[in-house]
């Protein structure tokens, strides 16, 4: 099993910046395919980006592109969503899932999500 912890959110204003941290314990993967989630007060969850584990590309949402990064640790326990120029529009409490783990050459689906943290943004 992997659990899976967010921290870095907060209060910020319009046009600042945050850095989440993503940190993975439990079951020790070689890799993992890492998205990272949020949901908005009255809308439904959605994918803001996607750390994949076959090839390592990243996938953006388009309302994030040029603003948001991921990155992550050497050692690969730790998943970091870096958040500029930052909009009310991107308030919510977002969240990291470990969709799929690689041990041993062999890949596993998973389903394991944090807690979430909460980010506002002020206008």
């Known amino acids: 099993e992997v659990q899976l912890v967010e921290s870095g959110g907060g209060l910020v204003q319009t046009g600042g910046s945050l850095r989440l941290s993503c940190a993975l314990s439990?079951?020790?993967?070689?890799?993992?395919?890492i998205g990272w989630f949020r949901q908005a007060p009255g809308r439904e969850r959605e994918m803001v980006s996607c750390?994949?584990?076959?090839?390592?590309?990243?996938d953006y949402a388009d309302s994030v592109k040029g603003r948001f990064a991921v990155s992550r640790n050497n050692a690969k326990n730790t998943v970091f969503l870096q958040m500029n120029s930052l909009k009310p529009e991107d308030t919510a409490v977002y969240y990291c899932?470990?969709?799929?783990?690689?041990?041993?050459?062999?890949?596993?689906?998973?389903?394991?999500w944090g807690p979430g943290a909460q980010v506002t943004v002020s206008s």
């Open positions: 899932k470990a969709e799929r783990g690689i041990y041993g050459g062999k890949s596993y689906a998973l389903d394991s």
């Open positions: 439990g079951f020790t993967f070689d890799d993992y395919t």
């Open positions: 750390l994949s584990s076959t090839d390592g590309s990243i």
